[in-house]
């Protein structure tokens, strides 16, 4: 078996928010969709779409009337079969949140460090996070600096508002880097 290294950031956010995932390569598009969702923290409640190479893959839907191919039938080796390898996804149409992924290298199965050889690394890994995601639908990379400023500002107009829809507190630097590998441990079974 082979993984992709990949690094995803969101695009048109500074300081950058992205994940480093260590991912089977006989996933499919759509498995790579749910284990972006996880890792930045997601929900899944919006349409969503791969770009790669000029074709453009998602669930199909009788009413679209665009060229998708089904991400369900291309594997990662198929659409990004070599380092360097680019993709684009965007989740949320309306706030626009593109990511852009990049293959940082191929590589085979390991032995974990410390264990049996017959013991063999967790397959499905964030090897590393930087920064929070953003809330859902908070305005997308436009809308987002701006909840932060209200978030942090007592004196913003908006500040009792943002801060009652977010339940409390937000750290735009925390990552629960665990968790997402609890819940990435889980969905790799």
Request: proline fraction near 8%; charge should be negative.
């Amino acid at each position: 078996m082979t993984f992709h290294i990949l690094k995803v950031s969101l695009a048109d956010i500074r300081p950058v928010i992205s994940r480093r995932l260590r991912v089977p390569s006989e996933y499919t598009l759509a498995d790579l969709h749910d284990v972006l969702q996880v890792a930045f923290g997601w929900e899944d409640c919006h349409l969503h779409e791969f770009r790669i190479d000029g074709a453009t893959f998602g669930v199909p839907h009788p009413d679209d009337d665009r060229e998708l191919v089904d991400e369900e039938s291309v594997i990662l080796d198929e659409v990004l079969p070599r380092q360097r390898a680019k993709a684009e996804y965007t989740y949320d149409f309306g706030d626009g949140w593109t990511h852009t992924i990049r293959v940082e290298r191929r590589e085979p199965e390991v032995p974990a460090r410390g264990s049996h050889m017959d013991s063999i690394a967790a397959p499905l890994t964030c090897l590393e996070a930087k920064r929070a995601c953003p809330p859902e639908d908070c305005g997308g990379p436009y809308g987002y600096p701006e909840f932060l400023r209200a978030l942090k500002d007592p004196g913003h107009e908006r500040h009792a508002e943002l801060t009652a829809w977010i339940g409390g507190a937000f750290d735009p630097e925390h990552v629960p880097l665990a968790q997402i590998n609890q819940r990435l441990a889980a969905f790799g079974r």
